[in-house]
């Protein structure tokens, strides 16, 4: 027997590029590779990057520093940078970073097989092009290190809004769908395999849509099908953007118990001014109607949102805009940034980066804590009221403990018993944290 070589992957960034680190996982599956936990152990280190703050390529900068001393110990080892990163900094990186071998783009998965085999022949390897319709529709994604119980399926890629702080349109092309019978027929063998949460995937889902002999399916549609596979599957989405989320879209949510009563809604700012600048297409007002939407057709719906401190030019007075808008929503959770320029992008181009370091800190930090009292404030509201929990695995704190998530994507941690990740559990909220809820079976 040919004996395999041991390969590691480490994923940095979006949901995005975990869903793609299993469909490189799969690939690599076919070859002669299979998966390793242990670093050290492996002739093979894949490091799936993000560019979406400089922050996070730094992370990956450093890394590349550690995996250097690995590989003066261990010289037949393979180096390999994927995703965004990747894409972004292209052939520079291996003048930069002289012990990687192999570097391919989010478009490039499929031809690793033949860059992997240029680098076994001593030459480094590089793949960067774009594609107008590579969806990996075909490829069955590897689903590493999970909990069994929740996945990820891709459904799009790519995007086109260039708002004017993004690097994606650029690391990640073209906008296009994936065809919606290998979406549903994804989501069924999960179902099949024990699976019982999916999250379909995209930068925009809102603006999926499949042609197809005159049959158009848009994400509304997409989105019943997969609700359809079972009763039993639990369906969510990320990332909405507020331009386009429809009505139609919420009536589908609302009339389906098993697509989850949660929107993740990206404000980026209350400002309508700094809405322009970051060319995001709607003004506060528009998202405001949409949020006044989501309560009117789903009742007790949860939004999170992603909100950005120190854009380009923001004064205290859009900075105080950003936060009444955050009181007026009342968000559950948020996912909070300093804005980091990124080079090429359209602001990068056309506004100076002229709000100082400390400002952005003391912003960013005045706009966590006002998050922190309004999911403390969200999570005292379930307080006294019953939710059906998908267990997702045993809590850290004690394996006498499960932990699992409301529709509203809430976390509760509640008492074993006989339950086992996958069960559907009805309990009681008792108590909470800004983080976690506290439950009580109800038998
Ligand atoms: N497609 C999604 C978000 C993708 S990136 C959407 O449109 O909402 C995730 C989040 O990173 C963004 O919502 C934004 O808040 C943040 N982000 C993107 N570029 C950034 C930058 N240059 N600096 C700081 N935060 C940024
Ligand atoms: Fe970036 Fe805007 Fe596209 Fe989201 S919609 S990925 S923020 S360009
Ligand atoms: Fe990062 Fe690329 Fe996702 S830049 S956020 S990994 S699409």
Redesign the pocket.
Known sequence: MEIKKKSFIETY??Q??FSDSEIVASILEKLNYEPTTDIKAADLILLNT???RDN?EQRVRNRLNELHALKRKHPGLVIGLL??MAERLKDKLLEEERHIDLIVGPDGYRQLPQLLEQVESGQKAINVLLSADETYADINPVRTGGSGVTAFISIMRGCENFCAYC??PY??GKERSRNPQTIVKEAFELFEQGFREITLLGQNVNSYRWEDNGISIDFPALLEEVASVNPLLRVRFATSHPKDISDDLLEVIASHENICKSIHLPIQSGSTHMLEMMKRSYSRDCYMDRIAAIRRIIPGCAVTTDIIAGFCSETEEDHQHTISAMREVGYDYAYMFKYSERPNTIAAKKYPDDVPEEVKSRRLDEIIGLQQELSLKSNKREVGKEFVVLAEGVSKRSDQQLFGRTSQNKVVVFQRDAFKPGDYVKVKIVSCTAATLRGELVL
């Open positions: 960034g979006c995005m590029n993000c560019s979406i996070a995703g965004c690097v994606v690391t990640r």
